[in-house]
């Protein structure tokens, strides 16, 4: 029982590139999201998706996608990154109580 | 907007001492409340959840929530140098996966030796 995983756990692009975060968890929990964490800001949740089908923007979804692929995957796509998006990425699920991933650091130069 | 405060401190405290982290909230229709740590470089814990009024206990762990005045706390008691890391308050409307957290900034606990 491996909770939340993410690949990869660190990435290094530049500036207009692309690139795919992936997140699974084998936990059965409907519930997904996909946070970014930054000094001083504190967590704060890109999108999420409450169940297997359907996807909602969070507090700051600009410059990202997702896609629910199934009820364990959800990923998160930067179509062309900028160094504002500098920054560790936390994948969660959630029933009652929301677990994390382990992380991706991602660095955009 | 919902909003959950807490002081960034850092608290400190000696070895074997009661560590007080404080947190509040400002939406009154809360309903779940949770405490994550978070050691430097490393992804958020779950430690306590508390729903109802009162007191809850894990170890050495105790959560105290005051719902009338929108408050949670986290004590530590015992406190050890490994309990040093950032504390993050979570709170959330209800248990449906359509509700969000809202995550506090955290306390940075540090506990010396």
């Known amino acids: 029982n491996a909770g939340v995983t993410q690949t990869p756990k660190f990435q290094v692009l530049k500036t207009g590139q692309s690139m795919t975060l992936q997140c699974a968890q084998d936990m059965n929990h409907n519930s997904m999201y996909w946070y970014r964490q930054d000094p001083g800001m504190g967590l704060r949740l890109i999108y999420y998706?409450?169940?297997?089908?359907?996807?909602d923007k969070g507090e700051v979804p600009n410059g990202y996608n997702v896609s629910r692929l199934n009820k364990r995957e959800f990923s998160l796509r930067l179509e062309s990154a900028a160094p504002s998006q500098t920054s560790v990425y936390f994948c969660?699920?959630?029933?009652?109580?929301?677990?994390f991933g382990p992380g991706t650091r991602l660095t955009v130069l | 907007q919902k909003e959950v405060e807490q002081n960034s401190g850092p608290l400190s405290v000696p070895e074997g001492a009661i560590a007080s982290l404080n947190c509040t909230y400002s939406?009154?229709?809360?309903?779940?409340f949770f405490w994550y740590r978070q050691y430097s470089g490393k992804s958020p814990e779950l430690i306590m959840f508390i729903y109802s009024n009162g007191d809850k206990e894990d170890g050495r762990f105790t959560a105290q929530l005051n719902k009338a005045s929108q408050y949670v706390s986290l004590l530590i008691r015992d406190s050890q140098p490994s309990d040093s890391a950032t504390y993050l308050c979570a709170v959330g409307f209800g248990n449906s996966g359509y509700s969000t957290l809202t995550f506090g900034k955290g306390t940075m606990l540090l506990v010396s030796p």
């Open positions: 969660a699920s959630r029933a009652q109580l929301q677990y």
């Open positions: 939406d009154r229709g809360s309903q779940s």
């Open positions: 998706s409450a169940s297997e089908g359907t996807t």
